[in-house]
């Protein structure tokens, strides 16, 4: 993710110069200061929140805290971290539902903010909640803004309540008046409604939002915001708060910005939480929003927790109960092998999911050129096979890998290849599953992270070698950061009341030359 990207290589860049010190002085903690302010300016951050900032990280870093602490680098980091975790809102805020069902939630901003395909992301998460969310289309001004709005709703999976064509047509206050009875009198228990935007700030959307929140007296407004708008983002968002006074705070196109003036100064700036954040044109790329776990992105700490949850949603828990008896009895096939890659698949982007690993921000490049089709060719290999030579790949001779390849647009070496792999992951899961190793919950038995003499054995060798199973690498460099980064805020600094270290050289070789390799 390229979240905060440019910011998170300044900070970590500064902190670096910290490390050799035994001892801060005045003139450090001053040097580092102007770094982080620096930094904090260029990534388009207000100058007000940037001022209020920097003076508490150096006031605090003068202190005591830091002046009788064992690595006084470290604890810099984590002053920073601590505080950026207050500019961003300190405790997750979540949703206010309401009393008696259905909870309203209104939508407002500037158009191209992404508020149609946010209220879809809403709709969809909400959705997968348990919930049965309605949209309702009140942007009845910007063209085909209905239209769209029904094909997202279509794409989420759910209804919508559009009486009126848009395009200049129809009333809004009257269209989400409506929207909220035609809820209750069918049981839908969330209301989103998407009202209208301008390409600016004007006295008429002000009073339209305005109208259309006295109208429905929404339990929540969420002010959706383009993160890539930088210190325009801080006069918008006044500007809403004294027209419409929004509860909350949505961001969009998060996974573009290589600045994040936007998150950390309209919090900043007008005391309201980020609920939500846009990570993707995905309709599930969306996520709520944890303080803690941004601040630790922004530093280049990891977000294992993230990384949990996406994975738990993914994972089927009895079929991967199912999968680790067969490998525990030595049955494992080649259509598990196919199950538990596509399993992986539906976590979501692996490049996304790698992006969340502490210290990844130091391989941009590799990440960048991550392959994620791999896992699709090896799917085309699998599925040329019949069902006799999934079950039992030992019956592979010459002429089935022949046809085989052909049937999948692969070469025989490709086919080769994967039988290799596949032989190698089957006992080595089946080593793994035996002998009992660390976990991702929801994803079973994790191979490559077995103890035992002979794994430090290959350690220390230069040649280590790479599993070929593609869904056995994403886990293993998972597991590799699992181990690191007990804590949510990651350990990429040696942070973290365990007393984590940094990934040693190895580890970060060994990541590397995963992601160098792709899922090839």
Known sequence: MATFGN??????????????????????????????????????????????????????????????ALNPAQQVVQIVNEELVGILGGEQRRLQFAKNPPTVIMLAGLQ???????????????????????????????????????VVAE??????????????????????????????????????IDTAGRLGVDQELMQQAANIRKAVDPDEVLFVIDALIGQDAVATA????????????????????????????????TGKPILFASTGEG???????????MASRILDLGDILTLIEQAQQAFDEEEARKVAEKIAKDAFTLDDFLGQMQQLRKAGSLKKMMGMLPGMGKMKDQLENFDEREIVRTEAIIQSMTREERENPKILNGSRRLRIAKGSGATV????????????????????????????????????????????????????????NPAKRAQEAAGLAAKQSAAPSGSGFGLGQGGAAAPSEEDMAKLQQMLGKGLR
């Not at 309709?283 to 929003?289: A, V, Y």
């Not at 032989?423 to 994803?443: F, H, L, S, Y």
Request: proline share 5%; glycine share 14%.
């Open 413 to 468: 070496t490709d086919v080769n290849q994967l039988v290799q792999r596949f032989e190698q992951a089957a006992k080595m899961m089946k080593t793994v599953a035996r002998g009992g190793v660390p976990q991702i919950p929801g994803m079973g038995p994790m191979p490559g992270m077995g103890h035992g003499g002979k794994k430090k054995q290959q350690a220390k060798g230069k040649g280590r070698k790479q599993s070929g």
């Open 7 to 68: 910011l998170s290589a300044r900070l970590t860049d500064t902190f670096k110069n910290l490390r050799s010190k035994g001892k801060l002085s005045a003139a450090d903690v001053d040097g580092t200061v102007r770094e982080i302010r620096r930094a904090l300016l260029e990534a388009d951050v207000a100058l007000e929140v940037v001022k209020e900032f920097t003076a508490k990280v150096r006031e605090r870093a003068l202190g005591d805290e830091v002046n009788q």
């Open 238 to 269: 006044k500007a809403f708060q004294e027209g419409v006074d929004f509860t909350g705070v949505v961001l969009t196109k998060l996974d573009g910005d290589q600045r994040g003036g936007a998150a950390l100064s309209v919090r900043g700036t």
């Open 155 to 192: 794409q989420a999976g759910v209804a919508i309540y559009a009486p009126e064509p848009g395009n200049g047509v129809g009333d809004p206050v009257k269209v989400a008046k409506n929207g909220v009875a035609e809820a209750r009198s069918k049981q839908y228990d969330f209301v989103i």
């Open 112 to 150: 191209g903010a992404g508020k149609t395909t946010l209220a879809g992301k809403l709709a969809k998460w909400l959705k997968g909640q348990g919930h049965t969310p309605l949209l309702v289309a009140c942007d009845l001004q910007r063209p085909n803004a209905v239209t769209q709005l029904g």
């Open 283 to 293: 309709l599930g790329d969306f996520e709520p929003f944890h303080p803690d776990r």
